[in-house]
């Protein structure tokens, strides 16, 4: 068993006014693809980076298996990690990079050229053993970087937002591929990214953090369908989820011809944040909220129409239409939310208070 165990994890560095992961109370199961995401800043580097012993704990604890790891060295963990840089020998073939780690290690000859083989087969580097880091391309620098962490089979994978230095498409095919592999090799990861979308497309769940500060821990259509707050319900999902003041009357909301119902005792008071996603909005006739398209996103398959509500806050909001839309700039549109679109937060904590 390789699960990981996080338990009030803290780490607070010299001159930070807050901790840069505070109180982190988390569970990774053996096998599983666990995702860690948020905007720059928020402590996801860093509580890999305790995981894998590269950071000390303020306080807290941290376990792999049934052994607590906290105050052992990284390698004695048994943890395999990649980064955002490469970090290859440039001196060195792609077979030597692969089996380096296994050679400092007395590994007998034989064995670490099978080992090699082995792995160079599962990524699709067979026939590139022979060549130097200078001649490859990025994706296969970092199919290499990742073939050196899966010959020495730990017990976790750390990867440290391994795809950002690839362009789009190649990011795209590579992260389908890592996550294939993951699933075949059945090996506990924790994967750091600051992209939600990757996080949507990878992980079995998905942690987001901000500020140090764990807000929900969840699989992706559970983050996506019921937010726990206006921070998850805005930072996943692309374009992120639309957000306009409401009033809260009798224990219900409404907006663009939808209502929703609040959680009896769930708000401190009737002001209300209002959010529906552009999906969740659709053009009709005159029963929506009324509005004026500022400028149009075509997409090919989709329209994003960004618009200006004739509301007294002149609320902007995204909704999504067919692709190749005939409408135009200065377009009049009625937007109207569909039956159970909207997500309902208290304007004072930002906690969902939806029923």
């Known amino acids: 068993m390789s699960a990981v165990r996080l338990s009030q994890a803290t780490r607070h560095f010299v001159g930070m006014n807050r901790p840069a992961v505070n109180n982190v109370d988390l569970a990774v199961d053996d096998g599983e693809f666990l995702v860690l995401v948020g905007p720059s800043g928020c402590g996801k580097s860093t509580l890999l980076r305790m995981i894998a012993g590269l950071e ?71 026939d590139l053993l022979e060549r130097k880091p200078a001649k490859l391309s990025g994706g296969q620098r970092q199919r290499v970087a990742m073939g050196r962490a899966i ?131 659709e053009l009709t006739g005159n029963d929506g909220a009324a509005g004026i398209v500022d400028f149009i996103e075509e997409l090919g398959s989709d329209s994003y129409l960004h618009c200006t509500l004739d509301s007294p806050g002149k609320d902007r909001v995204i909704a999504r239409a067919p692709g190749l839309s005939r409408l135009a700039h200065n377009s009049r549109v009625s937007l109207r939310a569909k039956p159970g679109s909207l997500h309902v937060f208290d304007a004072q904590s930002g906690l969902r208070v939806s029923a």
């Open 151 to 281: 010959v020495r089979k730990p017990e976790v994978f750390l990867m440290d937002e391994p795809l950002s230095n690839l362009d789009a498409k190649l990011r795209v095919q590579t992260r389908t591929q890592v996550a294939e592999l993951q699933r075949q090799l059945a090996i506990t990861t924790v994967y750091v990214t600051h992209d939600q979308v990757e996080a949507m497309t990878m992980g079995t769940r998905i942690a987001v953090l901000k500020d140090g500060i764990l807000q929900q821990v969840a699989p992706p259509q559970e983050l996506f369908s019921n937010p726990v707050n206006m921070f998850v319900a805005g930072f996943i999902g692309s374009p992120a989820m639309n957000m306009v003041p409401g009033r809260a009357a009798n224990g219900t909301v409404s907006f663009a011809g939808a209502s929703a119902t609040i959680a009896p005792g769930s708000t401190t008071s009737d002001d209300v944040i209002v959010g529906v996603r552009p999906e969740g909005l």
């Open 56 to 126: 000390t704990f303020d306080s807290g604890s941290v376990s792999i298996g049934d052994r607590d790891v906290t105050d052992l060295a990284p390698k004695d963990r048994n943890i395999a990690m990649v980064f955002q840089s490469y970090a290859l020998y440039p001196h060195m073939t792609v077979a030597e990079n692969i089996g380096f780690n296994l050679k400092i290690n007395n590994v007998d000859k034989a064995e670490i050229k099978q080992r090699v083989e082995e792995t160079a087969r599962m990524l699709d580097l067979s």
